[in-house]
Structures are given as C-alpha cells and as structure tokens.
C-alpha cells in the first residue's frame, strides 16, 4: 500500500459491467423485460455512478499528489505468471486517462439519459429497450477497461470489448439485412486492425523480453524504452523500395503496427470505411460509440504509447501524414452527402484524422485537448441529429427537411452551437482545439513536410466549416421539404433529450477553457493557463517549443479566416441562392457524382479485396478445405473407411455359430496361455 | 487319499477337461454342449481343491464353493434360454440358432 494505491478506481468499469451484466441475464432468463423504471435506474444510474468515483478520484489525483507523480493503481489480482513475466489485472488513473474517463462516463452519461428518451417509444423489437441498455453498459465497461488498463492485454481487452459492441449496437436493428450488413463489417475492418494491434503488442513484449524487461505495463515499457532505442530490424530484400531500406529501427516497426490497430479502431485511411456504414445503428450509438468515445480509442493509444512514438520518427511521421490525408478526404466526401447521419460521419472521419495530425506532430495534449472537445460538440451534433430525424418521423434525408428552427427552437439552438464549435469559431470550444493542432503542426519542424500537413489542415478546416453550414441551412432554415403528412407533425422532443442537448451545449461552449492556450491567459493575466497541456505534460511529453504570441495569434487569425470563409460560401449557396448548389453540381456532374459516390471506394475494395477473398473462400476454401479435405477426407471418409472394413471384411467372423466362437475363445485362452508360460 | 500324488490328481481333472472342451467343440445337442461346460468347471474344481490340499491354504476350496455357485446360476439361466428355443423353434439342435449374426 502507497500513497499511490486506490481501491476506487475497480469500481468505475465494475458498475456499467454489473449493470449490464444484471439486466442481460433477466432478459436471458425471464419471459419479459424489467419494470421500465428500473431498467432506466440501472443503465442510467451505472454510469452517473462511474463518473461521481471518476470525478472524485481526479480530483483527489490532481490536488493530492506531485505534478510528475501523479498516478493512481488498483491491482485486482494477477491475472497471466509466466516465469519473470506478470501481467496484472489493474487500472492506472494518470492524467491521461482521467481526461478519457471523464469524457467516457460524463459524456456518456449524457448520452444514456438521452437515450432513455430516443429509445423509449421504439417498439421495432421485443424487450429491445433493455437489450439495448444492456449493451450500452456493456460498452461503457469496455471503454472503461480500454482507458483505464495498466497494461496492453487490459488495453487489449477492452479494445476487443469496444469492438464487440459496436458490432451489436450497429447491428441492433438486426432485422433489417443492411444493419446486420453494417455492423458485420465494421467487425471485420476492425479485426485488420486488431491484427495490427496484436502484432505490436507481440512485438514490444518481444523485444522487452530479449532485452531482460519481460513487461506489457505501461509505466515499466516507459521506463525501459530506452534498451529498444537502438535496435533495428533488416528488412527483405523485396522490400527496397521501402525508405529506410535496409533497416527500420524496431520501435518504428513496432509503432506502425500498433498504428495500423489505431486506423482500424479510429477510421483512418485506408480501414476508415466502416464508419459511415455503422450509421445504420440507433443515434444515440452514434453518438456514444462513432463520434465520442470508441473512434478515439486509437488517438488515445498512440498518446499512452507516446514514449514509444516519440523515438520512432518514421512511425510518427506516418501517423501525421495518414491523419492529414484522412482529415482532407473525409471532408472532401462530407461536402456532397445528403444523409444528415453520413454527413456527422464523415466529418467525424475527418477531426480524427486532425487528431492524429496532432498525435502524429507530438502535439500529444492537442490531441487529447480535441479530443476532448470533438467528444462534447460531436456528440452534441449526432444527439441534435437524432432529435431531429424523431421529430421528422425517421427521416434522414436533409433534402427533405429545411425549416425545423422554429419547430425545434431547443435542438436548433444547441445544434447551431455544436456547428459553430466544429467550425471553428472563436470562443467555442473547437477552435481553441483546432487552433492547438494546426499551431502544434506548423511548429513540427522534425516531421518532413509539416508546413504541408498544416496546409491541409487549414484547407480540411474550410471545408468543415462549409459542409457543417451546408448542413445546418438545409436541416434548420428555409422552407420545409417533407411531404405534408410529416410536416404536420413535426414536433419538439422531449425532456430526456433536450436536457443532454443543453448540457453538451454548455460544454461545447465553454470546453475551450480546459486548454486555453497560454498566450491568451497570458492577455487575461491568468499564467499557464494552458491546463491540460501542463497536466498531461508527465504522461505524454510534447516536445517544448518557443511559440511567438504573435505567430500564434497570426496563425488563429489565419485559420479563424479560413472557417468563416467556408461558412460565408455556405451561406451563399445555401441560404442566399438556393437555386445555385443544384447549377454548379450540373456543372461539374462526374466529379460531384465522384464525391457524391465516396470516391467508390468500398466499390474499389469490394473489386480489389472482397470479392477475390470471397470467391477463394467459397472455391478453394470451402468447397476445396473445409468439404473436401476436412468433412470428405476427415470426418466422413473415417466413417465411410470403418463402414467399408466392416461390411466387406470384418462381419464375416460373426458366424452365427455359437460352436466358432468357443473355438476362436479356446485358441485365443490356449494362445494366451503359452505366452504366459512362454518363460517357465 | 495317502496313496495318490498331486499330480495324479490334476492329470484327472485335466482329462475331465479336456473331455469337456471336445464335448463342447463337437456336439451339436444343446443339453449335450451345457452338461459337458458343467464337466470342465467340475473339472477346474477337482483342480483348485487339489491345489489347495497341497499348498495348505484353504482359498482353493473356497474359490471352489464360488464356482459351484456361479455354476448352480449359470444352470438356471441356461436351461431358461434352452427351454425357450425349444418352444420356438422346437429343437435342441445347436446349429439352427444361427441368426444372431450380420
């Protein structure tokens, strides 16, 4: 027992997973669901609970301990001995996972209060209500266990878990072939990179354990990296195209594979293609798993391994660069989607791949400072957007809505603030964040081309702000598209939902504040007024840099610039004249169709990948492997060879003559006998 | 008794035996085929009361009294199943109860 043991900290993942454990096994035992009151006590309570012990216990880290030795460990029980190697179930609270278990269990608890009401009246399933509880608590665990592990195979499990319930929570309309669809392939994107994930894993442990450090814990492989810094692996000679030919160092080949896990999980190029499609499951998923939590799961990997990216430059120099490319692409592809759901994803696609810019530029407390802020106005935007496709009967084409600000006033207003903080706007919350990423990129002088990934990010920083007022003018102003049937109807949700809406509001508007850059505390007399980069600065360093306030605000201003440029070309096409989106798509019909199609990019995978693999499987594999070799050869061809001994040659010796079988009994004694006495 | 060897005596039941054994193997009487089985037991009785009087160790004899039950038993059931072929198939002919096979 030290100052640094805390036996509160098992109790934030245990009670979303007793919750959900509960109410999914009354659900497998009894004929029906649970009252309605305590299923909303249970799934909502768990993780308010969770967030009061994280509250309590961040607190406790920030004011209770020294800035450099600020970590809370709860062992449970040694979970994997093997000689010198011990992997412990445990939980680590350092700065960097108390930002992740707050926006986990805060904002996730939003976003259960919320779907209280979303879920409430949907009567598309039997007992699907509590179903879906049970796998929103599930999930919680998962992330909790992901966020909060001391070790990688903790990581490892939650990673899986998170996984898991994206697959049953994208599929929870399972009835409808394409939700299964979706959420079956967001399982499989996401086991390439788990993959990935694993061989990393593998391979630290590996290399730790040659070098007489047999560890996965996070603290120990920080303290150790060091005995890795120099080890380099050659590469086949196939591979001379590679840069760095004909040596990669080990922690570079280590961290890319952990990277290629983090694509998957973050949906970044090329493994980004799955989030789009898990639209397909309820908003409030939406929200929770693809905007606020889950997808950052990989930007929160690369910040915890930061101590290994941080000595491996050509890893984190991809990291940029994929992030980069992902922020642009994404952006580009969100500007011509007219599924209001589609539209979030793909910006959401885009502000992580701004994340990993971050992550990728060493800007670690950027990183996690957007993300924080990207989870408050993200899951603002995808609850705005669930509010409004309840209020619109289910209809998710904004081509058909228009003119819900005065019928929606609470979902309008909180909608319009979480557009204004993604876009950018100075005093929201997103572009202090923003502003931190591109500063942090424009300064990254060690990755090679950072003045270009600034580029990009100021370009993908316009057209966020384009596409998000694109959004908001179709959905909110002008007049209505539904057909009058729906248009009668359209109504202002309820309690449960717009109190969340209001609350993540708040947030989006003011979340800025954690992580006000120093330069402008400095204007209002308040000093390192940067808090999060201060408090994250132990875990995950970035490198210090002697920013000029006024290239920092010269920068801001540029960006600032950028935004409301974006904004006012959305206003004039959208709001101004309407008529002109339409002329300029007829204009430029192939490439609008282009972008409109995704760049056909799950067409080009399906060509490339899918249908190869599918066609191997179904010839060679299971026609050829699994009928042929395993049931033909293996299963039925023993039967068959065991049958055939016996109807051709075995049966024979049953004669039916009792007067045989005393004779074969007799010469078996007889022999028998001899070969005991065989000696005597 | 003082005149006749131990060996004399498992000669004895070996002939008794052996008897059986051909009884068995060459009759095709079904009551035949039983009362030479009840010749090989007596004669594995002869042997083991033999054996015993010479070691000096009474288990032989009561290895023997178990034989003779099981053999009491086995006369039970065997009668029952010979009984019952006859009534069926009116003969004690071993051969025409060859059905149980393939």
């Known amino acids: 027992m030290t100052e640094h043991t805390n036996e509160a900290l098992r109790w934030i993942p245990l009670l979303p997973l007793a919750a959900a454990v509960l109410s999914g096994l009354w659900l497998v035992f009894a004929p029906r669901e649970l009252p309605r009151v305590l299923v909303i006590a249970l799934a909502v309570g768990a993780p308010i609970a969770s967030f009061a012990i994280a509250l309590a216990q961040v607190f406790s880290l920030a004011t209770g301990l020294e800035a450099e030795q600020r970590f809370f460990v709860d062992n449970l029980y040694t979970w994997i001995s093997a000689g010198d190697f011990h992997a412990e179930l445990s939980f680590l609270l350092d700065p960097l996972s108390s930002v992740m278990v707050l926006v986990v269990t805060g904002v996730g608890s939003l976003i259960h209060v919320y779907s209280v009401g979303y879920m409430d009246d949907d009567h598309r399933e039997d007992k699907g209500f509590q179903r879906f509880f049970a796998y929103l608590n599930l999930f919680t665990f998962s992330m909790l266990m992901l966020v909060l592990g001391d070790n990688l195979l903790v990581m490892f499990v939650g990673w899986e878990g998170v996984g898991l319930c994206s697959y049953l929570l994208i599929g929870f309309w399972y009835l409808e072939d394409a939700n299964a669809a979706a959420g079956q392939k967001a399982f499989v994107v996401n086991r390439i990179g788990d993959f ?454 075995l049966k024979y010796a049953q004669t039916g003559y009792l007067q045989s079988y005393v004779f074969a009994m007799l010469l078996g004694g007889v022999l028998l006998i001899a070969w005991l006495v065989r000696g005597a | 008794m003082g005149d006749i060897s131990p060996f004399q005596f498992q000669v004895v039941a070996a002939l008794i035996f052996l008897i059986g054994v051909a009884g068995v193997l060459t009759r095709r009487n079904m009551i035949v085929m039983f009362m030479c089985i009840e010749l090989m037991l007596n004669a594995s009785n002869l042997s083991l009361v033999a054996f015993s009087r010479e070691i000096g160790d009474d288990q032989g004899q009561v290895f023997a009294f178990l034989v003779m039950v099981v053999a009491a038993v086995e006369v039970a059931v065997g009668l029952a199943i010979i009984i019952s072929l006859v009534r069926n198939r009116d003969t004690v002919n071993i051969e025409d109860a060859s059905q149980m096979k393939w």
């Open chain 1, 196 to 649: 990935g994930f694993l061989l990393g894993i593998f391979l630290l442990f590996w290399s730790f354990a040659s070098a007489g450090m047999p560890t996965v814990e996070f603290r120990e492989m920080a303290a150790n990296v060091g005995l890795l810094s120099e080890r380099v692996v050659a590469l086949p000679s196939a591979l001379s195209f590679l840069p760095g030919f004909p040596s990669w160092g080990l922690l570079t080949l280590a961290c890319l594979c952990l990277f290629v896990g983090a694509c998957g999980k973050s949906a970044q190029i090329p493994l980004y293609v799955w989030l789009p499609d898990a639209m397909a499951g309820p908003t409030p998923v939406s929200a929770l798993i693809h905007a606020a939590t889950m997808v950052t799961a990989g930007i929160y990997m690369v910040c915890r391994m930061s101590f290994a990216f941080s000595l491996a430059p050509g890893a984190q120099a991809t990291v940029a660069w994929v992030g980069a490319l992902t922020a642009l692409f994404a952006a580009t592809i969100g500007l011509a989607q007219t599924d209001i759901k589609k539209v979030l994803a793909y910006s959401t696609v885009s502000q992580l791949g701004y994340m990993f810019i971050a992550a990728g530029v060493a800007g670690y407390s950027a990183a996690v400072f957007h993300l924080m802020t990207h989870a408050f106005f993200k899951a603002l935007l995808f609850l705005g957007a669930g509010s409004v496709i309840l209020g619109m009967h289910h209809e998710q084409d904004i081509t058909k809505m228009g003119g819900l600000r005065t019928r929606m006033p609470w979902t309008w207003f909180t909608f319009l603030i979480g557009v204004l903080a993604i876009s950018g706007v100075p005093p929201f919350s997103g572009f202090f964040s923003k502003d931190e990423i591109l500063l942090a990129a424009h300064e990254a002088h060690a990755v090679p081309g950072h003045e270009w990934i600034w580029l990009i990010g100021l370009v993908t920083a316009g057209l966020t702000a384009f596409y998000m007022f694109r959004l908001y003018y179709l959905v909110f102003t002008g007049e209505s598209r539904a057909d009058h049937h729906t248009r009668d109807h359209i109504h202002e949700s309820n309690g449960w939902i717009v109190a969340p809406l209001v609350a993540l509001a708040v947030l989006s508007l003011f979340g800025g504040a954690f992580g006000l850059p120093d330069a402008y505390g400095e204007l209002a007399g308040v000093p390192q007024s940067n808090s999060l980069h201060y408090f994250l600065q132990p875990v995950a360093a970035s490198p210090p840099h002697q920013i000029e306030a006024s290239t920092e605000f010269g920068l801001a201003f540029t960006t600032t610039l950028v935004g409301l440029a974006g904004i006012a070309l959305a206003t004039l096409l959208y709001y101004v004249r309407r008529d002109l989106p339409a002329k300029i798509a007829a204009g430029i019909r192939p490439l609008y169709e282009l972008v409109r199609d995704k760049y056909r990019i799950d067409e080009l995978y399906a060509a490339l990948i899918v249908r190869p693999l599918v066609g191997f499987s179904r010839t060679v594999l299971a026609r050829g492997v699994d009928q042929g070799l395993i049931d033909g050869v293996g299963v039925n061809g023993v039967a068959r060879a065991f049958f055939a001994g016996g109807d051709r040659a």
